[in-house]
């Protein structure tokens, strides 16, 4: 016990205590706001004065870099706004309503309501922040219709946001890993593998990815509602409360919907959004790269100028079809308009102010060497070569848990089992360690109530930040612990194949357990 208080070990109490607080009292700004204020303690070393300025400081960081703007974090405030005046708009045109009638024709049960925004929140691969919001846009019409409550819509959509992204070379998270992976292939004798061919050799040994995603699909198959998520679907199905502490926007609002609109209110603005960002990304990232090639694009994508470029033309189109379908409904006057701007922009302001927050407090955790302790300790342990993967698995599930984030977790941990494997002359355990990383940064980043992209899940989906982390948690848990299986086994057999088998056959066993413990929640007004 001493030995963890010491100095070294106190970087990692201002994650441990905000993880702690946010599990206890479901309070996530308070929970933020105590892991701020620790933070910005520890590194003041207890002096008042200095903790003042350091509070201070983190807050200007987060809209203010280098003497300028910083837009990254600023384009998404900007983004989010954005698309809660669009949804707002596309709902009192009457379009989310039609494309709900619409989609009816085509999707007529429950399951098959899920299975579509599963399968959407796969093929938008190309970002997690845009996979996150959207995805949850497009579905909350159906998935609403059938009594899917938006703690489950919440899962799917961060189950397929980053997990997707990490697995697609041609992804905003493709470029940055295969940037990553390149010196050390070099350092390690690797340089007859690309870093291409090297990002795909690690796509079948991503195992968390893989792992969670059949266990999604069997959710939505097999309704195995386990653990908070089954209070959130009785609620549902059974009492038609979809969202568990947060209203729903049109509802709080009173917003009048139009009557007789079409489809084309809500699919033309989002398809609008979504090829504008995607045109966006690949024409920002050639500009900046000076170079049109695939792969030179996709490092140099301005992914927050796309978003920002994305919501302007879709939020213009939203506008145009309220126009177009309110300007003879003696129900709408001008002061709809600002009814709906400062209705789009409450919707999102709760999401944007947890965010600020959990942007603060990664970047007070980032100062206080939190990665940096954790990285050490898989570096000093004397570990047998073989069980490294496994470790470095866990590692980056702890780390990117406890600072919110994935790209952190890779910057750190990937160059130190570079290291790691280099030194040991493992070189064949190199790409398996790096997936190791991915997987469990993956992981982390679902389950931190401080992660980014956590909180746009819950707030393209309309479900409660906390909500969403506990009920996703059991999920999670199970991947992870199957993914930790296929790591142990590939670090021992150095086989892909056999790796993947042992997750198969962990995945049978969890299915036949949860089978015969749970059964679906029934629908008692049936």
Sequence with gaps: MESFLSWEYMPLIPPLLTLVLVIVTRKVGISLGAGIITAAFVIAGGHFGEFFQILIDSFLAIFIEDGGLNTWNAFILIFLTLLGMMTAFMNMSGGAKAFTEWALIKVKTRRGAGLITGFLGILVFIDDYFSALIVGQVAKPITDKYKISRAKLAYFVDTTASPVSVMVPISSWGAGIMGMTAPLLIGAGLDHISPFQGFMYMVPMNFYVIVSIIIMFFVIIFKFDIGPMRKQEDLAVNQGILRDQVPDMAEEDNLPVHVGSSAQALIVPILGLAITVIAAMFISGGIAAGSWTLIDMLENMMITHSLVIGGIVGFVLSLIYYFKHTKSDDNFSGRHILLGIKTGFLAMFPAMLVLTFAWMIGDLITELGTGEVLGGMVESSNLPVA???????????????????????????????????????????????????????????????????????????GSDYIVHVVTQLPYAIVSALIALVGFVVLGYTESVVIALLSLLVCILIVYLIVKFIYRPVPNKSA
């Design 387 to 461: 069980l490294i993967p496994a470790v470095i698995f866990v590692v980056a599930c702890i780390m990117a848990m406890a600072t919110g984030t994935s790209w952190g977790s890779f910057g750190i941990l990937i160059p130190i089992a570079g290291e790691i494997i280099i030194s040991l002359g493992a070189t064949e355990l190199l790409l398996p360690a790096i997936a190791a990383i991915l997987a469990g940064a993956v992981f982390g980043d679902h389950c931190s109530p401080i992660s980014d992209t956590t909180i746009l899940s819950a707030t393209g989906s």
